[in-house]
């Protein structure tokens, strides 16, 4: 299993920024595809962001697209994600979630496809 930590949410005003890391100690995330989900109260979770194990591909949700930047530090073994302009309906819990893919230039936002998944790092949107 790998161990995947989120990290780095917390209460922002709308139009702040937030960015958000997923870890997996003792794990090279570079062999996956990275995926960020979220789930707000009361609604099913959605998929937000992925990105490919070579981290030639992204995809984002309409919801956030020029808002989030989803990208890989290898250096520091991390998967972020960028939040700009922040806005109250990004409130939710944000999970970070892993698969091991057939081809290293895709990522897919489908979360059935996905192994592994942190506990969740909450991100709260409010004045």
């Known amino acids: 299993q790998l161990p995947l930590v989120e990290s780095g949410g917390g209460l922002e005003q709308p139009g702040g920024s937030l960015r958000l890391s997923c870890a997996a100690d003792g794990f090279t995330l570079d062999y996956y595809v990275i995926g960020w989900f979220r789930q707000a109260p009361g609604k099913e979770r959605e998929a937000v962001s992925c990105?490919?194990?070579?981290?030639?591909?992204?995809e984002y949700a309409d919801s956030v697209k020029g808002r989030f930047t989803i990208s890989r530090d290898n250096r520091e073994n991390t998967v972020n994600l960028e939040m700009k302009s922040l806005k109250p309906e990004d409130t939710g819990l944000y999970y970070c979630?892993?698969?091991?893919?057939?081809?290293?230039?895709?990522?897919?936002?489908?979360?059935?496809?996905?192994?592994?998944w942190g506990q969740g790092t909450q991100v709260t949107v409010s004045s």
């Open positions: 990105i490919s194990s070579s981290g030639t591909m992204t």
């Open positions: 979630a892993a698969y091991s893919p057939k081809v290293q230039a895709i990522c897919h936002t489908y979360a059935n496809m996905y192994d592994h």
